[in-house]
C-alpha cells in the first residue's frame, strides 16, 4: 500500500501514523534513510536505536530531503 507524505518548509516529513504502527516506530527512534538507483527513499531503524553519529545521519536526512524536493519542483516546472 501506498501512501503520501507532505515535505513541510523546512524540509520534513510525517511518516503516516498506519506507516508507524505497522512498523513500530515510536517518538525519538532515529531512521536512517537511504535513496536507491530507482528514486526511492529507503528508511531503516524503528525501534533500533542509532546514537552513534547522530548529528551526522540528522544532516544526512535534512540533505537527502532538501535535494529531493529540490528535485521535485525542477520536474514539477518542466
Do not use: H, W
Amino acid at each position: 500500500m501506498k501512501y503520501s507524505c507532505k515535505v513541510n518548509p523546512k524540509g520534513q516529513i510525517t511518516i503516516p501514523s498506519q506507516i508507524r504502527k505497522m512498523l513500530e516506530i515510536k517518538e525519538d527512534d532515529i531512521l536512517l534513510a537511504k535513496t536507491t538507483e530507482e528514486g526511492y527513499i529507503v528508511l531503516e531503524g524503528g525501534s533500533v536505536k542509532i546514537d552513534k553519529d547522530r548529528e551526522l545521519l540528522l544532516g544526512l536526512l535534512e540533505e537527502t530531503f532538501s535535494a529531493l524536493k529540490k528535485r521535485e519542483e525542477a520536474i514539477n516546472k518542466g
